[in-house]
């Protein structure tokens, strides 16, 4: 984490009053919560509609941070604490950590895309830390907030950065990328989520493709090559070195053979036909997450055998295809922390291909944020699962309800339920579990499924 005295932060940003007092007083590491305030903290107060950070100023001195910053427009600031008055709170986080990461040596990779980011980030970070000191993105602070304070959390000594960045309009990831200044970018797909906001899969891609802007001049852009809005834009690529991933055999690097298992996948790839890697993550999309974490891996000089052991051993972040045993013997997939519809009929597909003899549910919930087509997407979700391989489909909310009207016109009705009530979603589920089922729990964040999930697995 950041290591400076009052002093060395004020050369950092402009501070607008005097701190010669406390000028050698020793910052460790930011917050902008107290709750989470650690010893030597930065504490970093915000001026927000409903709660005013600054309230919370002295209390978190004197509960161990080391100084804070104070928005020139708040009246009072405590001239007998360690403060730096700034023009805004905000803006002197985030260049505090855009001038932090400049003096760091550090090599950097951001990820992106609609689907996979957070997964194509554990993945690379598993492989990476076979041969180096890594740290990457916790959590969901891949934004404007969550950003700078991931990089204010780098280590002097840490050798590679894994940075995730998210967006929801024009403008934010190129935000983000200027402030990391990745040595390699990746862009994992183009889906629908943010159509509310970016209006089209193109204008999606076009959001995505921010992430270049921050790209070294030597650096190394790796993009999905069977995506055909990412393809042909020699004018825009020029500027960097391009390699691609993805299932077609024009790619730089594709699979060339996938085997599923109950708890992951076997393949191989063209660029080392006779080594076999092992992911032990469910769904074929992530072998492709996995091509571009090899991209990277080789690009930071890491060994085949390296890579092959750092995909063994990869930990996802919670609610991402995480595999439970449930009650009765079944197997419970939790993929509750997001969802679009690429992303759900993917996870369905998935499904749909393990395990043959066994029985299958999906539990789905309202995929958010998809604009004024969010009815038609989800229909096209309910038509897309296969009555011969799935038994049940449990949906829930106001738009999963779509899913299941959508599922009507293929099973019969007592294969399909919605519910707008999770307590009896529930209950019906419960109800059908004879033992054995894999279960599939998939929704967007703010449907909260994984209570469902809990609910399967607490015995």
């Known amino acids: 984490m950041i290591q400076r005295t009052i002093s060395q932060i004020t050369k950092m940003i402009k501070a607008e009053n005097d701190v010669s007092q406390f000028a050698d ?3 460790n590491g930011v917050c902008i919560d107290t709750r989470k305030l650690q010893p030597g903290n930065l504490f970093i107060p915000f001026k927000g509609q409903n709660v005013d950070g600054h309230k919370y100023v002295e209390d ?3 509960n161990g941070a080391s100084g804070a910053f104070w928005q020139k427009d708040v009246p009072n600031p405590p001239s007998h604490l360690p403060i730096i008055v700034v023009e805004n709170t905000e803006t002197a986080l985030q260049e505090l950590a855009r001038n932090y990461r400049s003096e760091l040596t550090i090599k950097v990779v951001g990820v992106t895309g609609s689907n996979g980011k957070t997964t194509t980030k554990d993945i690379i970070t598993a492989v990476l830390s076979e041969k180096y000191a890594v740290q990457k993105t916790e959590g969901n602070f891949n934004n ?5 304070i991931t990089i204010l959390s780098l280590n002097e000594e840490t050798d590679v950065a894994v940075l995730e960045m998210g967006m929801s309009a024009r403008g934010e990831i190129e935000f983000l990328t200027k402030m990391a200044k990745p040595d390699i970018a990746i862009i994992t797909n183009i889906g629908e989520a943010h159509l509310q906001d970016l209006g089209s899969r193109e204008g999606i891609a076009e959001a995505k493709l921010e992430i270049t802007k921050g790209l070294s001049k030597d650096g190394l852009f790796i993009y999905i090559g069977d995506e055909p809005l990412l393809k042909d834009r020699e004018q825009l690529y020029k500027n960097f070195r391009v390699k691609t991933f993805g299932k077609a055999k024009s790619n730089d690097v594709f699979p060339t053979y996938i085997e ?3 708890n992951g996948s076997k ?3 063209n660029i080392a036909p006779d080594k076999n890697f092992f992911l032990p993550v469910l769904g074929e999309y992530n072998v492709l997450n996995a091509l571009a974490g090899i991209i990277a891996a080789l690009e930071l000089d890491l060994s085949m055998e390296e890579i092959e052991s750092g995909l063994k051993s990869l930990k996802l972040s919670s609610m991402r295809m995480e595999l439970h045993s449930g009650i009765n013997g079944t197997k419970v997939i939790n993929d509750a922390y997001n969802a679009s519809p690429t992303s759900m009929k993917a996870a369905i ?8 003899d066994a029985r299958k549910i999906v539990v789905l919930g309202d995929m958010l944020e998809l604009g004024e087509n969010e009815i038609q997407f989800h229909k096209e979700v309910g038509s897309t699962i296969n009555q011969d391989k799935i038994h049940y489909v449990f949906t829930y909310g106001d738009l999963g309800k779509h899913i299941a009207e959508s599922a009507l016109e293929k099973f019969t009705p007592e294969r399909v339920f919605n519910f707008s009530d999770k307590q009896d979603l529930i209950h019906s589920l419960k109800s ?3 033992g054995n089922e894999w279960i599939l729990v998939k929704g967007s964040r703010g449907m909260k499924l994984e209570e469902v999930v809990k609910s399967l697995i607490d015995n």
Not at 349 to 355: A, C, I, R, S, Y
């Open 25 to 27: 007083t020793m910052i």
């Open 60 to 62: 978190a001195i004197k």
């Open 144 to 148: 404007h907030l969550g950003l700078p």
């Open 260 to 262: 599923k298992e109950d």
């Open 267 to 269: 393949f191989s790839i």
């Open 349 to 356: 597909h998935m499904l749909e291909n393990l395990d043959q």
């Open 432 to 434: 059908v579990i004879k």
